[in-house]
């Protein structure tokens, strides 16, 4: 009798090799998730680690997004610095990721995806290559390939981006621009 083979799941390896684009969370992801007001204004920090991997990721030529449920003008601020799309207020992120993709005409299988928490879930299990933080809850490390050293925050984003980056082989060739005065 003939056994049926069931497909193995794509190693972490394979899936960053797969990787054109990157969808990131904000709060917990591209800052540290803590909320801080003053009055009625919010105050964010971004991580200028973060800001330079995504510019790497760019000139990679990936399409680079962020998605945030809660958005405002400190993340409006910061997506128009880096010159990446900005899906803003959205809390089903299933729905919003699968958008992106679709407007990028990449299947999800070539976009990674960095969250924290249980919003991030349905574009997590999407994505082809589904990373998170250290500090993220439990159910969201679970379903991860791959966990940053880097709190949200801290630079995780760009831990993650160099890590893929290595993987492609495209790292070196990078460095090697900013080493000879063309990598801006």
């Known amino acids: 009798m003939a056994r049926l083979m069931t497909p193995r799941p794509p190693t972490v390896a394979e899936r960053m090799l797969a990787v054109r684009g990157l969808v990131c ?37 990936w399409k680079v ?9 400190a993340v409006e601020r910061r997506a128009k610095e880096l010159d990446i ?24 299988a070539n976009v990674a995806y960095i969250g924290d928490d249980w919003l991030d879930l349905p574009a997590l ?6 990373a998170t933080v250290p500090n993220a809850a ?9 966990l940053a050293t880097l709190n949200g925050g801290d630079g995780a984003v760009r831990e993650m981006i160099e890590a893929v980056l290595r993987v492609q082989g495209r790292l070196d060739e990078l460095v090697q621009r900013y080493l000879t005065g063309g990598g801006s």
């Open 125 to 130: 299990v999407q994505a082809g290559l589904a």
């Open 25 to 61: 969370d904000v709060d917990g992801v591209l800052t540290d998730g803590k909320l801080n007001y003053f009055g009625s204004d919010e105050m964010k920090s971004f991580s200028v680690l973060d800001g330079f991997g995504i510019t790497l990721a760019k000139q990679a030529g």
């Open 85 to 108: 799309e900005l899906v803003s207020g959205e809390r089903n992120k299933g729905v919003a990721f699968a958008a992106i993709c679709e407007r990028w005409a990449l299947p999800t």
């Open 65 to 73: 997004a962020m998605l945030t449920a809660r958005g405002g003008p």
């Open 138 to 146: 439990a159910a969201v490390r679970q379903r991860a390939h791959w």
